[in-house]
């Protein structure tokens, strides 16, 4: 599975961006979809993901009621709309996929995309 992020930028607080991730190489259904985000000097830390099937989504709790994950089937595409954005938002966001239901734990991660950085000013 290839995973290629976009829609990355920089943004004012309290803006809006909406990051995409393409999945190529064969259908991803049955996968769990992720979104994590690293900041400088920081550990990459889970954000968001979604069931492939089903669509059940999990968030971190500093990104709830301003980020939705969602999926289009007919595209294989993940997207994380990003609204009411902080600062403390800026980081470089990756894309994620697992055969697991929780992805959360890093180590169920199987496949990483390569990252788009988002720069939220104040």
């Known amino acids: 599975v290839q995973l290629v992020e976009s829609g990355g930028g920089l943004v004012q607080a309290g803006g809006s961006l909406r990051l995409s991730c393409a999945a190529s190489?064969?259908?991803?259904?049955?996968?769990?979809m992720g979104w994590f985000r690293q900041a400088p000097g920081k550990e990459r830390e889970f954000v968001a993901s979604i069931w492939w099937s089903g669509g059940v989504t999990y968030y971190v709790d500093s990104v709830k009621g301003r980020f939705t994950i969602s999926r289009d089937s007919a595209k294989n595409t993940v997207y994380l709309q990003m609204n009411s954005v902080k600062p403390e938002d800026t980081a470089v966001y990756y894309c994620?996929?697992?055969?697991?239901?929780?992805?959360?734990?890093?180590?169920?991660?199987?496949?990483w995309g390569q990252g788009t950085q988002v720069t939220v000013s104040s």
């Open positions: 190489g064969r259908t991803i259904g049955g996968y769990t």
């Open positions: 994620a996929a697992s055969a697991a239901l929780e992805i959360a734990a890093m180590s169920n991660v199987g496949y």
